[in-house]
């Protein structure tokens, strides 16, 4: 086998997959409830605002609202037995598909948000996978490691979180050319969307003022954010580059919060590096409590 | 699962997370996206479109995302501008929606009438100002009544 076979295929435990599947899943189904409210808000939208975009295409005019809200409540149980591990051959791929059609469609209204691409191609790649032969209810026993074992599994969701930030990097270069690190383009894009948060009556920014006024900070802010996207795939190279990108990458989406009030919560907890970490541990650690109640409840029985 | 199927999704699944670097830089979608946020040239003095509330005496008030019927201002944003480029009968209808919500919400009881603006604002100078600042230049594209039932 190849440098680059043996290095895709390393070994890598079953339950850094399965914490990545549970992470992940959860997080979809908690998300895709919290954007019911929204969801169900389309149906008040002017019609002539549905702008379909990826499978929703496929629609001539919106579904209604009862529809639509049936899929998403559907996608959310679906989303709940894949995290839980439930029958995943076949609730994986189905809740794949449910959360694929509803972001879309929520993305169908004339802007397409950019919050939820990766969690989504998160959650289609995780139903690819053998994700859940650890950690999972119902099954009596582990089944036997697959050939291809799970290393790949987990590169390959790193790898997809690497590919979406260095097509943002791309982008810049792309529309703005050179001139986006001059610092000026960084500061008048915090400006608008600032000078737009204040005209639609929405909350702006708390370190946006301060921040236009010092154009040296905008120079380093903007080759700090290019090379954090345009360097993404160092980041598949070892655990310390890794760590050391996916910090900047972290203070990135902390800074875009500070300077535009713009959140991305999938980064922002987290979940999107997830991958590039032994993510059993921080699960383990974050299932503390629970662990320590089956413990007791195991004690008491015995 | 053999390697070769592995390697198959791996390259499938990296394959089309990257395809959109092949088309514009623009032409974006969902799940796959070029990712263009923050990306384009921006001068500092732009057009902004905007909803207003007008009361009884004149005063123009701010209304809210959910006015538009979301509660993301982005979104919001983009429903305006689509709107002002969209001709008088969408800018009527976002205007007639926009004056719907707002019958409802008694909060804004004493607005009487909805304008749709686009504005002309220094973004730099008005973030500067402390998020204050009147537009240089401004266009109303459409105007309507809020109709209240009688209570």
Redesign the interface.
Known sequence: MSWLGRWWFAPAPRERLAALRIAIGAFAAIWTVARLGEILALAGLVASHFAPVGVVRVLGAPLPIVVVAAIALVTVALLIAFTAGAWFRVTAPLAALGLLWTMSYRNSWGMVFHTENLLVLHVIALACMPAADAWRVGAAREPAAPPAGYGWAIKLLAAMTAATYLLAGVAKLRLAGLAWLDGDQLRNQIAIDNLRKALLGSSTAPLARMLIAHPAGMVALSLGALAIELGAPLALLGRRIARLWLWGAWGFHVGVVLTMNIWFPYPLLGLAFLPLVDAERVVAKLAWPWRRWRARRSDRSA | ???W???I??IG??AA??E??VRA??D?????????????????R?K?S?ARGVTGDGRQR????RHL????????????Q?AAS?GPA?RQ??CR?IAA?VSTDDDFRDVTAIRLVG?W?D??A???N??RGEPTGEVEYARCDVARSGR
């Open positions: 699962m053999t390697r199927l592995a390697a999704i791996s699944l990296i997370t990257l959109p670097v830089p623009d974006d979608g969902f799940p796959l996206s070029t990712f263009p946020m923050f990306a384009h040239r921006r001068p500092p732009v902004v905007y701010e209304l809210a995302p019927g979301t509660d993301e201002v982005m979104q919001a944003f983009s429903m305006l689509r969209g969408a209808a976002l929606a919500r504005g604002h973004a730099v008005f973030v500067a402390d998020m």
